[in-house]
């Protein structure tokens, strides 16, 4: 039998946490989808690096994201946002937490962002093909949903790369360092807008940090991890969205699979499902020294097809934590580092 493993990306966090209210949109849903050309493909803000879209273009997180805010009318119903800037910003930040950067790769002769415009709106960084492009401003008196924060155009055709990076920087009018990522119009495809092309491998719903490259011992290099904080993202007043859980979803062809994390000192738990289906006890990653390349949960032996695993971070840990939650916020961690997977 032979295993394949598939590293995520991830970040971690030490003990700070996002400040209620800060990611938080205070007006309404505002303007409707732009129209999109005959020549251009839409990307949503959740395609995988592991499956081809048309335009093979693909998208990576690398620091703090909220991936799956719903409240407001979004291209393919979600946004991907952050606040999380340098350590040495005014924005929350820890130094060893990379700033959020979300870097699209595609083919084609052109691209924009879509985004917000907001109260909230903070400064972003554009980065083409490595070279810097100067920043963005997201600010604005009122919202603006699905607007188009930059457009390049006049590329050779063939493959580039586009990353948006928050600074931690704002507008002096601003209330906030909020960054939106909604979707991509890529130029010089043939095609409509489209939504996503299929099932990514990983869909990270919730908060989590990404691109965590501080523990050399981690499979593939970096980790991915979640304390489940109570602020999801950007939410309406009140607080956060009824019905959203933080998960990661493993969609995988074969016969069994195991999820590869850590324990350490700061280790929650988690529940797993298989299929949709709980599958009890909940499991626990506390552990009084850190941990690499722990095989967390293994499936049993499943009939040869299309799965999922589902890693829902609860907020909570176990009995044997002796982890306090009132000095060090992120003792509820679990961290998803690869999975192997049977034929």
């Given amino acids: 039998m032979k295993d394949v493993r598939l590293a995520s990306q991830t970040e971690k966090e030490r003990t700070l946490r996002w400040r209620r209210g800060l990611m938080c949109f205070v007006l309404a849903v505002g303007a409707a989808a732009p129209v999109v050309t005959?020549?251009?493909?839409?990307?949503?803000?959740?395609?995988?690096?592991?499956?081809?879209?048309?335009?093979?273009?693909?998208?990576?997180?690398?620091?703090?994201?909220?991936?799956?805010?719903?409240?407001?009318?979004?291209?393919?119903?979600?946004?991907?946002?952050?606040i999380w800037g340098p350590a040495d910003s005014a924005s929350p930040s820890d130094p060893n937490v990379p700033p959020?950067?979300?870097?699209?790769?595609?083919?084609?002769?052109?691209?924009?962002?879509?985004?917000?415009?907001?109260?909230?709106?903070?400064?972003a960084r554009i980065i083409l093909d490595g070279g810097n492009l100067g920043n963005v401003?997201?600010?604005?008196?009122?919202?603006?949903?699905?607007?188009?924060?930059?457009t390049i155009s006049g590329l050779p055709a063939g493959a580039h790369t586009l990353a948006i990076e928050v600074t931690g920087t704002k507008n002096a009018a601003s209330s906030g360092y909020v960054v939106v990522v909604d979707a991509f119009d890529i130029q010089g495809t043939p095609g409509g807008r489209i939504q996503e092309a299929?099932?990514?491998?990983?869909?990270?719903?919730g908060t989590w940090i990404q691109g965590d490259a501080t523990r050399p011992g981690a499979s593939g290099g970096t980790l991915t991890y979640?304390?489940?904080?109570?602020?999801?993202?950007?939410?309406?007043?009140?607080?956060?969205?009824?019905?959203v859980t933080t998960r990661a979803v493993f969609t995988f062809s074969g016969t069994r699979v195991t999820?590869?994390?850590?324990?350490?000192?700061?280790?929650g738990t988690a529940n797993v499902y298989v299929d949709g289906v709980l599958v009890p006890p909940e499991v626990d990653s506390f552990a009084s020294t850190e941990q690499l390349q722990v095989p967390i949960f293994t499936s049993a032996v499943l009939p040869a097809g299309i799965h999922?695993?589902?890693?829902?971070?609860?907020?909570?840990?176990?009995?044997?934590?002796t982890?306090?939650?009132?000095?060090?916020?992120s003792c509820f961690s679990v961290a998803v580092d690869a999975f192997e997977v049977t034929p």
């Avoid at 979640?226 to 019905?243: F, H, K, M, R, T």
């Avoid at 999820?259 to 280790?267: D, M, Q, R």
């Avoid at 695993?309 to 907020?315: C, D, T």
Wanted: aromatic share 8%.
């Fill in 38 to 82: 005959h020549a251009q493909v839409r990307v949503e803000e959740t395609a995988s690096t592991s499956v081809n879209f048309t335009g093979t273009a693909s998208i990576t997180y690398v620091g703090k994201w909220h991936q799956t805010e719903i409240v407001r009318n979004w291209s393919g119903g979600t946004a991907a946002a952050s």
């Fill in 259 to 267: 999820w590869i994390g850590a324990k350490s000192p700061l280790g």
């Fill in 137 to 150: 401003d997201t600010y604005a008196p009122q919202e603006e949903i699905q607007a188009v924060l930059e």
């Fill in 100 to 123: 959020a950067r979300v870097t699209l790769s595609f083919n084609g002769t052109g691209v924009s962002w879509i985004g917000a415009r907001a109260p909230l709106g903070g400064i």
């Fill in 198 to 205: 299929g099932p990514a491998a990983i869909t990270y719903y």
């Fill in 323 to 329: 982890c306090d939650p009132a000095t060090a916020v």
């Fill in 308 to 321: 999922t695993l589902a890693i829902e971070v609860k907020g909570a840990k176990s009995a044997a934590s």
């Fill in 226 to 243: 979640s304390y489940a904080e109570l602020d999801p993202g950007i939410v309406q007043v009140g607080g956060p969205v009824s019905g």
